[in-house]
C-alpha cells in the first residue's frame, strides 16, 4: 500500500513543494513546483514576502490536487529565527524582518552586557548570533512596541504557514529551538529571558513536539486550492531539524553537515551540553526528534557563493553551479584561504569585494577568476569543518570517523572532496533532498506509518543513492590547515 505526504520546503533562495510517496518500505520525491524566494528591501529595512510564499504554496497544492492524489498530511519547513505578529483580527501584523536586517546590532550588543553572554546561555544553551529572534524581539519592544501591544502571538517561518492552513498555532520544538528563548532543559519559554527583556508573555505560543499533528486544512484553503481533506502536520518545522532526522547513519561515531546558504555541523546527543567549555566555542544546542539534541555550530555555507554568483550575474556574467564548480576545479589550489566566519561576510553590498579586502589584509592574493572565487570559498569552508569536527570531539568526548553531508551542497563533488581531505574523515554526500525526506518520514511517523526514527532512517538508506568520499592525506593539506588555522586566529 502506498502513502502520500506533502512537503512544503522553505529555504533562503527557493521555496518547492514536494510530494512523497511511502511504498514498500521506499520512499521517492516528485518536486511538484518550485518558485524562487528572498528578500525584500524596504525603506531600509529586509523583509519577507510571506504573503507571496502563502500563494506559492497554495499553488503547489493545485497542483497536486490536479493529479487526483489523496495526501495523508502536509507540513511546511523553513529556515530558523524569523517570526511573524498576529492576532484574533488581524492575521499579520507586518511583514516580518528577515534575520539579516541590520536592527539587531545595537539589541544584541547591549543584551550581551546585561544580562551578559552567561545568564542567556545557561537558560537557553543557544549559539551566539546577531540573527537570532532574541535580538529581533527585543527591537521590536524598543521600536515597534505599538504591534507587541496589540499582537496575541508570534510563530515562526513554517509554523506561521501551518497556521495559515489549519488554523491552529502552535510553535514546534525544533523551530522554537532556534529563538535563544527556548530552555532545554525545561522544555518551555525561558522565563527568566522574557522577564528580563519585558518581553510580553502573551504573545509566546504554545511549545510542541516534532511529528505533533495540528488539524485538518481550513476549508477555505480546501476550496481555493482543490485538495482533498489532508492532516496539516508539524514536523521538524526547522529544516535543519528535517535534515538531520532523515541522515541514513547508524551507530554514534558520525557527524552531520547540512549545506545549504548557511552550514550546521554537529553530532546527535541524547542530552545538551551546556557548560563554560561550550560557551567559549559558541556552540549550539538545538532540538530534534524524538527528544535529541542536535549540538552544532552554525556556520557561513553557500552564502558565500551565491553572494559571489549574484555579483558576477550583475556584472554580465551569468554562471550556474554547475559551472562554477567546474572553474573551481581548474582553478589552482590553495592559493587564498579565507576565514568564513569573519564578519565581513554576514551581509556585504559585494562579496567579492569583501573577500579581496580579506585577502589583501592577510597578504594573499586576490582572486581574479570565479573559478579562483570559488576555490577559494570552497577550500576555506572544507578547512572550517575540520577544525569544527575537531571541537566537537573535544567538547562531547565523541570520536567521529564520518562526516554525512546533506542538502544541496551535497552536490558539489568538489566540496565533498576536499570536506574529506580537511576533516581527515570518511565524507557520505546525500541524499540532496533531506530536508524534504525528513519532512515527508516524520509525517509518516505521525501518521503510524513508521514506528522509529531508526525505521525513518533505513528507509532513507534503502531509497536514496549515497556517495562515498575517502580523505586523501598529504604533506601539502597539513600546511594548509596550519596556515588556515594562523589565519583564524588573526595571523598574517
Known sequence: MEKHYIACDLGAESGRVILGTLRDGRLTLEEIHRFANGATKIQNSLRWNITRIFDELKQGLRMVAARGVTASGMSVDSWGVDYVLFNDRQPMLGLPYQYRDARTERTYAAALEKPGREVIF?????????????YHLIADVNENSDLLQIADQFLNIADYLNYLFCGVGRAEVSLASTTQLYNPTTGQWSAELIQQFKLPEKIFPPIVASGTRLGPLLTEVRDETGLAPVEVIATCSHDTGAAVAAVPAEGDDWAYLSSGTWSLIGIELPDPRINNDVLAENFTNEAGLNGTTRFLKNIVGLWLLQESRRSWARQGQSLDYAEINQLAEQAEPFRSLINPDDPRFMSPADMPTAIDSYCQE???????????????????????????????QRLTGRQISKLHIVGGGSQSTLLNQLAANATGRTVYAGPVEATAIGNVLIQAMAMGDLESLSELRGVVHDSFTIATYKPESSELWEQTRQRFTELVRGGK
Do not use: K
Open 122 to 134: 545557561a537558560e537557553t544553551g543557544i549559539q551566539f548570533m546577531a540573527i537570532n529572534t532574541l
Open 362 to 392: 592577510t597578504n594573499q592574493p586576490v582572486p581574479e577568476t570565479p573559478g579562483q572565487y570559488a576555490r577559494c570559498i570552497l577550500e576555506s569552508l572544507a578547512l572550517l569543518y575540520g577544525r569544527t569536527l575537531d571541537t566537537v
